[in-house]
């Protein structure tokens, strides 16, 4: 069996495809029911936030599990498999490990460095434990991963490199300003009462906002946080409770409005935020044209900030991601042990022609390259004589100019802050365009981490998840010959009890003393035969390629596989047993990273 992972997150698809996606509790539920239940996959669990969603499972074909995970993905989020395709990633054995290792560590997060994901890495393992969907393979993955993001977060600064997604929405909204004056003495409304919006209301009291009104469906649980926030030490500040149907009079007196709730439709709509404004401007709220429309600007995506708006999707996507085994221009058998499919130059030390090949063989295509270079010559040498024609008739080569952008007016200053941290989104995309407000939302988030520079520790970070991919790799290594070198170690016994009782039957009148140490000798005798090769062959199948080293042993000494199957079985079963306790996060690392 081998450890593979499907999947989609901010870095290979735009919010717009990932709000469509995203998983609720019961459609995450179906999701590992369904993918355990599939023939390839053996365990399973799901990794889903705001920013990514992964399926990881423990299957026993490639190509198979690829299809049959990125099918199961398309038909849980509701996205269908040709438009999803060009989204999904695919990371495989040791890459597959990597992968995981550098989400436990921030390093893949918007926000690199933040610490929210390991609470919900341990929110998925849980999940697949209870489910009983992780066996030995994930539950050492998920549990080895949340050691490695803690010994990051302790050996290294990441956290300097890292903040919480709430300080750095909180900072794009001030514009850069030192969040804590901006913030100081304005009034602020905040949507929701899970663990973002209770992490939010926090860092908006630290901050000193004067105010804070909590508003949530169930009035409990506003209540309980708006206690908290006044009588706590550290966030000593007047706080109260409000019902949903509150939000619209309450944006009328709010400063900074945070949202972040489950809900699956919009909670903020443009008009609501357009009725606010005008309650407390005394005007209509204008409709700004949005920057880059005119003047070529564009967002941290490469796209102008109105197309973002709008949600428009990338223009050339990524090649597909459903592979088949006939005909697979990529030869598995030669490739190293781990590696990822799509959206990286390479893999594994397969070239970029390779996976062309492949791509285009996705497609049931196929690749001419001479056509296509001859092509490109021709066209070359067409638009070189043109050139040179119009080099005779005007003297010189034409130059080709962009046209001056048209002067924008100048946007008004926000009277109303508004940070969106749900997915999908809480606030209509379309607040972007009213005069008087600034919206801050994911896609947003996302341009601007893309430009945050990276810290000097986030290098230690990555060399530590090169170091712990090498060692979960030996140590599975290991673990996947302990169950045959028990079954010869129990095959051994085995024979020794038969020799002795054999001795018993040849000689009845041995006293008990004597039986006791012939018993003793022998079994040292055999000890002592099995304790260097058992040994070595572990070291051995630590290594890199040492895979082969268990069905060595197994032909050798003519074990029993369905012996060695119920050792396999009993080793499995008492890995999932293993609880997390170890790793349980406090409320700022459990939420919608």
């Given at each position: 069996?081998?450890?593979?992972?499907?999947?989609?997150?901010?870095?290979?698809?735009?919010?717009?495809?990932?709000?469509?996606?995203?998983?609720?509790?019961?459609?995450?539920?179906?999701?590992l029911?369904?993918?355990?239940?599939?023939?390839?996959?053996?365990?399973?669990?799901?990794?889903?936030?705001?920013?990514?969603?992964?399926?990881?499972?423990?299957?026993?074909?490639?190509?198979?599990?690829?299809?049959?995970?990125?099918?199961?993905?398309?038909?849980?989020?509701?996205?269908?498999?040709?438009?999803?395709?060009?989204?999904?990633?695919?990371?495989?054995?040791?890459?597959?490990?990597?992968?995981?290792?550098?989400?436990?560590?921030?390093?893949?997060?918007?926000?690199?460095?933040?610490?929210?994901?390991?609470?919900?890495?341990?929110?998925?393992?849980?999940?697949?434990?209870?489910?009983?969907?992780?066996?030995?393979?994930?539950?050492?993955?998920?549990?080895?991963?949340?050691?490695?993001?803690?010994?990051?977060?302790?050996?290294?600064?990441?956290?300097?490199?890292?903040?919480?997604?709430?300080?750095?929405?909180?900072?794009?909204?001030?514009?850069?300003?030192?969040?804590?004056?901006?913030?100081?003495?304005?009034?602020?409304l905040?949507?929701?009462?899970?663990?973002m919006?209770?992490?939010?209301?926090?860092?908006?009291?630290?901050?000193?906002?004067?105010?804070?009104?909590?508003?949530?469906?169930?009035?409990?649980?506003?209540?309980?946080?708006?206690?908290?926030?006044?009588?706590?030490?550290?966030?000593?500040?007047?706080?109260?409770?409000v019902?949903?149907?509150?939000?619209?009079?309450?944006l009328?007196?709010?400063?900074?409005?945070?949202?972040?709730?489950?809900?699956t439709?919009?909670?903020?709509?443009?008009?609501?935020?357009?009725?606010?404004?005008?309650?407390?401007?005394?005007?209509?709220?204008?409709?700004a044209?949005?920057?880059?429309?005119?003047?070529g600007?564009?967002?941290?995506?490469?796209?102008?900030?109105?197309?973002?708006?709008?949600?428009?999707?990338?223009?050339?996507?990524?090649?597909?991601?459903?592979?088949?085994?006939?005909?697979?221009?990529?030869?598995?058998?030669?490739?190293?042990?781990?590696?990822?499919?799509?959206?990286?130059s390479?893999?594994?030390?397969?070239?970029?022609?390779?996976?062309?090949?492949?791509?285009?063989?996705?497609?049931?295509?196929?690749?001419?390259?001479?056509?296509?270079?001859?092509?490109?010559v021709?066209a070359?040498?067409?638009?070189?004589?043109?050139?040179?024609?119009?080099?005779?008739?005007?003297?010189?080569?034409?130059?080709?100019?962009?046209?001056?952008?048209?002067?924008?007016?100048?946007?008004?200053?926000?009277?109303?802050?508004?940070?969106?941290?749900?997915?999908?989104?809480?606030?209509?995309?379309?607040?972007?365009?009213?005069?008087?407000?600034?919206?801050?939302?994911?896609?947003?988030?996302?341009?601007?981490?893309?430009?945050?520079?990276?810290?000097?520790?986030?290098?230690?970070?990555r060399?530590?998840?090169?170091?712990?991919?090498?060692?979960?790799?030996?140590?599975?290594?290991?673990?996947?010959?302990?169950?045959?070198?028990?079954?010869?170690?129990?095959?051994?016994?085995?024979?020794?009890?038969?020799?002795?009782?054999?001795?018993e039957?040849?000689?009845p009148?041995?006293?008990?003393?004597?039986?006791?140490?012939?018993?003793?000798?022998?079994?040292?005798v055999?000890?002592?035969?099995?304790?260097?090769?058992?040994?070595?062959?572990?070291?051995?199948?630590?290594?890199?390629?040492?895979?082969g080293?268990?069905?060595?042993?197994?032909?050798?000494?003519?074990?029993?596989?369905?012996?060695?199957?119920?050792?396999?079985?009993?080793?499995?079963?008492?890995?999932?047993?293993?609880?997390?306790?170890?790793?349980?996060?406090?409320?700022?690392?459990?939420?919608?990273?």
């Amino acid at each position: 069996m081998s450890l593979l992972v499907v999947g989609l997150s901010h870095r290979s698809a735009p919010v717009s495809v990932l709000e469509r996606a995203s998983l609720n509790e019961d459609d995450r539920i179906k999701l590992l029911q369904d993918t355990v239940a599939a023939e390839p996959a053996a365990e399973a669990a799901v990794l889903a936030t705001c920013n990514r969603i992964e399926l990881y499972a423990d299957v026993d074909k490639f190509h198979a599990g690829v299809a049959e995970l990125s099918t199961l993905l398309a038909q849980h989020s509701g996205v269908g498999l040709d438009e999803l395709t060009p989204y999904l990633y695919v990371h495989y054995e040791d890459r597959a490990v990597h992968h995981l290792f550098s989400v436990a560590c921030g390093l893949d997060s918007m926000v690199v460095g933040e610490g929210q994901i390991l609470g919900q890495i341990k929110d998925s393992l849980a999940r697949a434990q209870e489910l009983h969907t992780a066996g030995r393979l994930l539950n050492d993955l998920f549990q080895q991963g949340l050691r490695v993001g803690k010994r990051a977060h302790s050996e290294t600064g990441i956290d300097r490199a890292g903040q919480s997604l709430v300080t750095f929405g909180l900072e794009q909204l001030s514009h850069g300003a030192d969040v804590e004056v901006w913030a100081h003495g304005k009034r602020a409304l905040v949507i929701g009462a899970g663990s973002m919006s209770s992490l939010a209301a926090a860092t908006l009291a630290r901050a000193g906002v004067g105010e804070i009104v909590i508003a949530n469906r169930t009035a409990e649980r506003a209540e309980r946080l708006a206690r908290i926030l006044s009588e706590g030490d550290d966030t000593h500040v007047s706080a109260r409770a409000v019902p949903m149907d509150a939000v619209p009079a309450e944006l009328t007196r709010a400063d900074i409005a945070v949202s972040c709730t489950g809900a699956t439709g919009l909670v903020l709509t443009a008009e609501t935020i357009a009725a606010a404004l005008e309650g407390r401007t005394g005007a209509p709220a204008a409709v700004a044209e949005p920057v880059g429309e005119a003047s070529g600007e564009t967002a941290g995506d490469g796209r102008t900030p109105a197309k973002a708006a709008r949600g428009d999707v990338r223009e050339t996507p990524l090649p597909p991601a459903t592979v088949g085994e006939d005909g697979c221009p990529l030869d598995l058998a030669t490739v190293e042990a781990g590696f990822s499919l799509l959206g990286e130059s390479a893999v594994a030390g397969i070239d970029a022609a390779a996976l062309e090949q492949h791509g285009t063989w996705v497609d049931n295509g196929t690749v001419d390259r001479r056509e296509a270079a001859e092509g490109g010559v021709e066209a070359d040498a067409e638009l070189i004589t043109a050139l040179a024609a119009t080099a005779a008739t005007a003297g010189r080569v034409p130059e080709r100019r962009k046209p001056e952008p048209a002067p924008l007016a100048p946007r008004p200053e926000p009277v109303l802050y508004v940070l969106d941290l749900a997915m999908p989104r809480d606030v209509d995309a379309a607040v972007h365009r009213l005069a008087g407000a600034r919206l801050v939302d994911i896609e947003s988030l996302a341009g601007a981490s893309a430009d945050a520079p990276m810290a000097a520790d986030v290098d230690q970070v990555r060399r530590i998840v090169s170091d712990e991919v090498a060692a979960f790799g030996a140590a599975q290594r290991a673990a996947h010959i302990t169950p045959t070198v028990v079954a010869l170690r129990t095959m051994a016994a085995d024979v020794v009890s038969s020799e002795i009782a054999r001795l018993e039957g040849r000689l009845p009148g041995l006293d008990g003393k004597h039986r006791a140490e012939i018993t003793q000798t022998v079994r040292r005798v055999v000890d002592k035969l099995l304790h260097a090769p058992t040994v070595r062959v572990k070291q051995l199948a630590a290594e890199p390629g040492g895979a082969g080293y268990a069905d060595a042993l197994r032909t050798l000494f003519d074990l029993d596989p369905e012996t060695v199957a119920s050792v396999s079985r009993l080793h499995g079963g008492a890995a999932g047993a293993e609880h997390t306790d170890d790793f349980d996060q406090n409320g700022k690392n459990r939420g919608p990273a």
